[in-house]
Structures are given as C-alpha cells and as structure tokens.
C-alpha cells in the first residue's frame, strides 16, 4: 500500500456517506468483496446502502441515484468496463462517486472523490489479494469515520443491530462481554 491515505479525501468521502439520502455499493470479482463489507457496514449505521452483484443492475441502480446519493466504487485494476460505466452514470446523475481504486486509472479519473490504493502486486499471475485487504481496510476506516461522525446516538443503533441478532445464538457459555464486565466490577470492589 502507499505510504499514507489522502486524508482530506476520505474526509470529504465521509461527509459525503454521513449526508447521503442513499449509497450504492459496486465492485465485480475480488472488488465485489469490498463492495459487500462496506453495504453491510454502512447498512449496520442506518444508513440507506444497496448492493447487488450482477453489474447490469449496478447500473440501473447509478440510473436512479440524484444529488445528495453516493456511489462507493472498488475497482483495483480501475479499468472494468462494468465498473466504469455504472460509476459515469453515477455521476451523469448528479451522485458523489467515491472510488477506492488505484491512482492514474480510468475510475479514479471519473471520481468526483478518488480514494487511492497502489498495493505493488503482479495481477496477471495473482488475484489481487494484497488490494482486496487494502481496499477493506479503507472500508473500515470510512465506516469507522462515519460512526464517528454520526455521534453517540450510534450506539443505540448498534445495539438495536445485535439484538435483532440475539435469537440466532447459540447460547451454550455465557457472553463473554458480560463475564469480562462482571469480572472487573468484583475486581474493583475487592
């Protein structure tokens, strides 16, 4: 990965997340990987986030987004064609195009908000694994900068989102959260 992150990018790209009215999530192949972490962590945040794989709909989708929307778009190579065309429409429609990509492509020339990746990995004989894990780590610091941004009301959310969850355990030892919480109140009572 590059030395360092375009902070005022991420930033800007987080401003833009935090306002949006709705966030459309696109990638094919490896970069669907991102794209689906960063639907299920802006989705968990409240934030009204859509995702589908197959890139014609990705598309249609950026053919309904407005001003005020973003399009999040992962792309290493930055030069699919099916990637490209949904994150131009996009933007024809007036929408942020947030672009994790990799510098001097094509993507991040169309982005109204480039966030760049230039991993040093051979493609052509490798999947690009050492971007996909570059490419996620940039979903978590965004979904982290808009957790933050969005104030401490998102911790009601987040519990909201585990309890919705709490039927599907498994309960057979108890939470390990509340043992660790017990286990340092007898601590500091003793």
């Known amino acids: 990965m590059q030395d360092s992150l375009d902070l005022a990018a991420l930033q800007r790209a987080t401003t833009a997340i935090v306002g949006a009215r709705r966030i459309d999530c696109y990638g094919v192949g490896g970069s669907a990987v991102a794209a689906l972490d960063a639907y299920q962590k802006f989705m968990r945040l409240g934030v009204p986030t859509q995702f589908t794989l197959d890139t014609h709909l990705q598309t249609v989708s950026a053919a309904t987004l407005q001003p005020g929307d973003v399009a999040l778009v992962f792309s290493h190579t ?3 064609r099916d990637t490209v065309r949904a994150a131009r429409v996009a933007r024809e ?23 760049t990746v230039d991993p040093i990995e051979d493609t052509f004989v490798y999947a690009p694994m050492v971007a996909r894990v570059a490419h996620l780590v940039v979903v978590d610091i965004l979904a982290t900068s808009v957790a933050l941004a969005l104030g401490p009301q998102i911790s009601e959310q987040f519990k909201r989102v585990k309890e919705s969850l709490r039927e599907q355990w498994i309960e057979t030892e108890p939470d390990r959260e509340i043992v660790l919480i017990k286990t340092r109140r007898v601590r500091r009572h003793s």
């Open 78 to 80: 930055g030069q699919i």
């Open 93 to 115: 429609r007036g929408a942020a195009v947030v672009g994790i990509t990799r510098s001097d492509t094509e993507l991040a020339r169309l982005c109204t908000i480039p966030i």
